[in-house]
DNA sequence: GGGCGACGTCCTCCATGGTCACCATGCCGC
DNA sequence: GCGGCATGGTGACCATGGAGGACGTCGCCC
């Protein structure tokens, strides 16, 4: 392997020199750079990342840590996390947690194995209280859902504003009897809980009964648990004519369910979701949905680590992410 | 930081002995491991990695590079392959090339920079002949769809084969103007070309005419690509009843097209897709596809990958998945 | 029973490739 | 002649792994 030391005697100079000129640093006379790039180029030297962050304590690569790297809510999340994070310079390695503690518990073990500089975590259990959160060995930015308790960088989404505008929506279709399709929502802050308040101020804001709740339980976040909620909201016969699905990803498999069921949308029930996959737009019929700014989002987590890793005691920041209602043919 | 050598004194052994007790490695006898084991949990001791693989030149790390990571198919192969990876001791970054020989060099680049011990490379562009293959730094796999002459580890996807079965499908359902909508056949041996020979295998296999041919191109591997192509192929006026879309992603934007122009799946045309993405069998209607193991194609894209980095001399392989034709409403 | 070799166990020394903090050199102006 | 700046060099240091050697113990053989 050619080393720095190689590229140093080739160019005549001395091997923290080529440091300079390799980490673009102050310094170094232009002809000396160029020699030194001349024999970089020679040598076919490559910087070698291992013996770099073995010193200087830094990795350059940012963990990022969600659920499942299959939904594309996540995969679309983790194309612009990585977009941003190139250009700042950084790499990104993508951790899976399954949704499960373990999972959440794994890669912040891993943060502190593989030296991530950062971790952005999507966490769908842990909370702000968890001891293994601060015991990272890096700084950690929060994505998503829960509580933080204002003790980390926190890029949450708007999920009460977009559920309520969603509801509100289909009430101003015409919509009367409005169910949700949901995971239950459970002690402590998480998604379901708020999408669940998101929807019931909705419901609320129009003059709508929220007594019983119109509330189909998930069992997961996936296609098959959204086609099973609706099959049961079916069987039912609760009559409901019009869905709120607390993602896309369910929503697919609600309209899927009620398809089995004959049942037409948007004519005998209307849907809409959140996320507003790429999918949404090309499925039949096309798929309303709330549309956070997933863009923004990457962006701003991106932003928050890298500044993190320059000044580890600035204040945690929280943002909301702005969005957007995205009508389409499911709600027309 | 708590170093090796800070368990050491702490266990009253020198370093060497802890990193034999770390590694697993024979030559300790119990009594000192316990002590070691005590002296690390007592320490809260974590493994430095980028010291371990500077000096050993392993990182443990495996680069899978793929066009986009939000696209379904590569989006379901990179959960497989880090869940493979991740049984055998191995951490994966994924890299994202987009689809572009800058992207697909930039990878090999990044390989060595990031010293990944394997890189699994989903390539489009480069081909076997590219010089910057052999000079990737580490062994490369690659997984899908162009010719490496045998050159390189290889897990191929049953291209023509699945091609030829479902266009043999369509046939057998009644089909007797049948389609494809794919990029255009090129130079060089690639997807569309293995794919698109595999349709008129199809069509000759049941004497169907391929003159003039019925294909319809793409701008693209994405779904809006797909729904302009159905546009155009409907618009053509040329009466097809059948149609094989290269990709279920593809599928998808084909599906949304057809329902753009008022044609009804499967009443008017039938429709098969290619990759049995998670989506496909939650659509309206539920979508026809060709289905490549992707278990199997990523278990046996890392164990060639591991495998070589312990025997880089071995002889390349080549292996293409095992498929099923999964039939759904699109094509009843 | 004493000497010798083998073996199990652990340690010492050095290598790994960069980076950091500090130092040396030379040139300039005052 | 001296201080200061611009430029580049020096040697220690980061945490781990590998090779080979030291040390003690045990068994074997004469």
Request: proline share 5%; charged share 25%.
């Amino acid at each position: 392997m050619v080393t720095m030391e190689d590229v140093a005697r080739l160019a005549g100079v001395s091997k923290m020199t080529v440091s300079n000129v390799v980490n673009n640093r102050e310094g170094v006379s232009d002809l000396v750079r160029r020699r030194v790039l001349e024999a970089i180029r020679q040598s076919g030297y490559r910087l070698n990342v291992s013996a770099r962050s073995l010193r200087s304590g830094r990795t350059g690569v940012i963990g990022l840590a969600v659920p499942e790297v299959d939904l594309p809510y996540f995969s679309h999340l983790a194309t612009l996390v990585i977009d941003a994070a190139r250009r700042r310079g950084h790499h990104v390695a993508i951790e899976r947690t399954g949704a499960a503690e373990a999972g959440e518990a794994d890669a912040l073990a891993h943060s502190r194995v593989l030296q991530f500089d950062a971790l952005i975590l999507s966490a769908v259990v842990l909370d702000g209280l968890d001891e293994r959160l601060t015991g990272a060995g890096c700084p950690v930015v929060m994505l998503g859902e829960r509580d933080f308790g204002g003790r980390f960088d926190h890029v949450a989404m708007p999920n009460e504003e977009g559920m309520k505008a969603a509801t509100v929506h289909l009430a101003d279709q015409g919509c009367r009897r409005i169910g949700i399709v949901s995971g239950v929502p459970r002690e402590g802050v998480n998604v379901m809980t708020r999408r669940y308040r998101g929807y019931l101020d909705g419901l609320a804001e129009r003059g709508l009964s929220a007594d019983p709740p119109l509330l189909f339980p998930l069992d997961g976040m996936t296609m098959e648990a959204g086609r099973d909620a609706a099959h049961r909201m079916v069987d039912s016969g609760r009559e409901v004519d019009g869905v709120v699905a607390v993602t896309d990803t369910v929503a697919l498999g609600v309209l899927r369910g009620l398809a089995d069921r004959g049942l037409r949308v948007p004519d005998d029930i209307r849907l809409i979701g959140f996320d507003d996959v790429p999918e949404s737009r090309f499925l039949v019929p096309s798929l309303s949905s709330v549309a956070p700014d997933h863009r923004w989002m990457a962006e701003k987590a991106v932003e928050l680590a890298v500044q993190r890793v320059r000044a580890p005691l600035r204040p945690a920041e929280e943002h909301v992410a702005p969005f957007e209602l995205v009508i389409r043919e499911s709600t027309r």
